[in-house]
C-alpha cells in the first residue's frame, strides 16, 4: 500500500515541471521556438564586459523562425527569404542575420515573442553592445502596417499590374488575414514593384528613401523583386530606359536587343501608317469627283453606294486604330519609343506623300 502511494505522488511531482517547459517554448505573438539566453548580456546589456558580444547563432536563427514562422510577410521575412534563396547577396551587409532580425525588431514588431532576444540584448539606447549597432535595420525599411497602408492607397487610387497580388481591403487586420494563406502578397515584393513603376507616387517616399540608403537591394533594382521579371516603368515625363508597357501586358522589353526590336517593329508601322493614309485619301479623292455628278441623294445612290460605304467605314476603322495606336506609344514617354514613331511618319511620309493625287475629305451628297 505504501509502495502504490509513492508511485502516484511521484507521478503527480512531474506535473509542474512539464507544465512549466510547454509555457517557456510559447508565449507572445510567434511560434513555440525558444530562443537560447544564456548570456548575462541579456540581462544587463549596459555591462562593459559586453561591448564584443555577438548574438548566438542559434539564437538567431531560432528568432528568424519564430518571426517569420508567425507573420511571413513581415518586410524583415521578406529580405530573409531573398538572403536564403540564392547565395548572390550572402554577403550583403542586410543579409546578415542579426540585420534581419533588426528589420522586423527595431521598429516593426518588437513586441513579438521572436523579438525578445533582440529587444534585451538591443531594444535601448544604453546598450553597449557593439553588434546592435554595426548590424541595424535596413534604413527606412517600411513596416509591415506602412507597405500594406501605402499598397492599399496605391490600388485605391488606379488598379496597377501588381494590385491583383494583394486582396483588396479597407483595414490592415483584414489584409493581414487575406495575406496569411498567399504566397503572392509579399509586402515588401509588391509595394516595390508598385513604386518601381510609378515611382513619383507620393506613397513611394517611402520607398525612394529605402532604396537611395541601400541601392543594391533587389528591391531597388530594376527587376522585378516578387517574379523575376522586369517591372515595366509608367513616368510621365520624358526618359530612357528598356521596360516599358507598350500597348500589351506581354509586350515588355527586357533587353536592349528586345527594345531595337520593338523600335523597329513601331517604326515600320508608323511607315506603314503613312502609306495607308496616302491610299485612302487617293480613294477619297476619287470618290469625291464622281460626286461632282450627282445632283441629289436617293434611295437607289445609298443602295449602290453601300459597298463602297463598307470600305470607308473598315479604312477608317484601321486608320483611326493605328493612329491611336501610335499615339499611346508616344505616350510611354520613352525617348526612344517616341522617336520610333516619329520616325516612322516622317519616313512614311518621304516615300509615299509623292503619290498623294489630292486632298479630299469625304462629302455628303449620292455616291
Known amino acids: 500500500m505504501k509502495l502504490s502511494i509513492s508511485l502516484i505522488l511521484a507521478v503527480f511531482a512531474t506535473f509542474p515541471a ?16 525558444a530562443l537560447p539566453m544564456d548570456s548575462p548580456c541579456y540581462t544587463d546589456n549596459t555591462n562593459s564586459t559586453c561591448a564584443d558580444f555577438k548574438m548566438e547563432t542559434a539564437t538567431l536563427d531560432a528568432s528568424i523562425q519564430s518571426l517569420c514562422k508567425a507573420m511571413p510577410y513581415m ?32 521598429t516593426d514588431m518588437p513586441k513579438m515573442s521572436g523579438c525578445k532576444a533582440w529587444v534585451a540584448l538591443c531594444g535601448n539606447s544604453t546598450s ?30 488606379m488598379n496597377m499590374p501588381g494590385c491583383e497580388k494583394c486582396k483588396s481591403s479597407k483595414s490592415m487586420k483584414k489584409r493581414q488575414m487575406d495575406m496569411s494563406g498567399s504566397e503572392t502578397c509579399d509586402y515588401l515584393s509588391v509595394y516595390s514593384d508598385l513604386c518601381k513603376s510609378m515611382p513619383n507616387m507620393d506613397q513611394c517616399k517611402k520607398w525612394t528613401s529605402m532604396c537611395h540608403a541601400t541601392p543594391d537591394l533587389p528591391y531597388c533594382t530594376s527587376g522585378s523583386s516578387s517574379s523575376g521579371e522586369p517591372a515595366p516603368s509608367m513616368i510621365m515625363y520624358f526618359h530612357t530606359g528598356i521596360h516599358e508597357y507598350i500597348l500589351f501586358k506581354n509586350w515588355v522589353p527586357k533587353s536592349s536587343g528586345q527594345l531595337v526590336g520593338a523600335w523597329f517593329a513601331i517604326f515600320f508601322i508608323g511607315v506603314l501608317y503613312e502609306g495607308f493614309g496616302v491610299l485612302r485619301g487617293n480613294l477619297e479623292a476619287k470618290w469625291a469627283i464622281a460626286n461632282q455628278s450627282c445632283s441629289k441623294v436617293a434611295l437607289g445612290s445609298f443602295v449602290a453606294s453601300l459597298p463602297r460605304d463598307l470600305v ?22 520613352n525617348v526612344a519609343l517616341f522617336f520610333a514613331v516619329i520616325t516612322g511618319l516622317a519616313v512614311g511620309t518621304f516615300l509615299f506623300a509623292k503619290f498623294r493625287t489630292m486632298s479630299a475629305e469625304p462629302k455628303s451628297g449620292c455616291h
Open 18 to 33: 512539464v507544465k512549466g517547459q510547454d509555457h517557456s517554448n510559447h508565449g507572445g505573438h510567434g511560434s513555440g521556438t
Open 128 to 157: 553597449v553592445v557593439k553588434e546592435c549597432k554595426s548590424q541595424p535595420e535596413i534604413p527606412n525599411i517600411p513596416t509591415t502596417a506602412e507597405a500594406s497602408g501605402f499598397i492599399t492607397s496605391i490600388c485605391t487610387e
Open 312 to 333: 470607308r467605314l473598315a479604312m477608317r476603322f484601321i486608320d483611326a486604330t493605328v493612329g491611336y495606336s501610335l499615339m499611346l506609344v508616344t505616350m510611354t514617354f
Open 75 to 106: 518586410p524583415g521575412c521578406s529580405v530573409n527569404q531573398v538572403c536564403t534563396a540564392t547565395s548572390t547577396y550572402s554577403s550583403k551587409p542586410w543579409c546578415n542575420k542579426m540585420s534581419i532580425v533588426a528589420d522586423v525588431c527595431q
